[in-house]
């Protein structure tokens, strides 16, 4: 009887865990991410816009957005619509942006590269709808962009 009860109580045990596991994978690692995707992405949404610039649209992402393998990748996003001069929106927008990920500007109104370069221009998944369709149904001429790729998972399912 002792050694039945004994495996009854390691098997729940067992059980517990697998549950806790679970709960930990689908719930909190994700929320640890959603924390330090939202500190991420308020360093660009936070900027005003310039004038003569319309915001069609905001995006912030975390998950496996570019390449493959066990990552997390965080992504924030502005689709702008602006009749200032490319010089002048991406000067704006350097002045004013105080985070430490690298700025990207994508201006859609550009000729890219063929091939590859087409199919996927700015390398991350995310982003291509809003480059092949979302930014010509709209008149949105420039993505500016923050991403840090290749972050530990943490085991998010996002991330795998």
């Not at 045990?13 to 308020?42: C, E, K, P």
């Amino acid at each position: 009887m002792k050694g039945l009860r004994l495996i009854v109580i390691i098997g729940g045990l067992v059980v517990v865990l697998i549950v806790l596991y679970a709960a930990a994978f689908m719930w909190l690692f994700s929320q640890f991410h959603n924390q330090t995707l939202s500190r991420f992405t308020s360093q660009l949404t936070r900027i005003p816009v310039p004038e003569k610039t319309l915001l069609i649209d905001t995006l912030s992402q975390v998950g496996q957005q570019s390449g493959n393998s066990d990552h997390c990748d965080y992504l924030g996003a502005l689709l702008l619509k602006t009749e200032l001069s490319k010089s002048d929106a991406e000067r704006y927008y350097r002045d004013n942006y105080k985070g430490a990920s690298q700025l990207h500007f994508y201006w859609t109104d550009e000729s890219h590269q063929p091939g590859i370069g087409a199919a996927n221009p700015t390398n991350i998944f995310t982003l291509n709808d809003w480059v092949n369709s979302k930014a010509k149904d709209t008149g949105a001429n420039l993505i500016l962009y923050i991403f840090e790729g290749s972050m530990t998972s943490a085991f998010d399912y996002r991330c795998s």
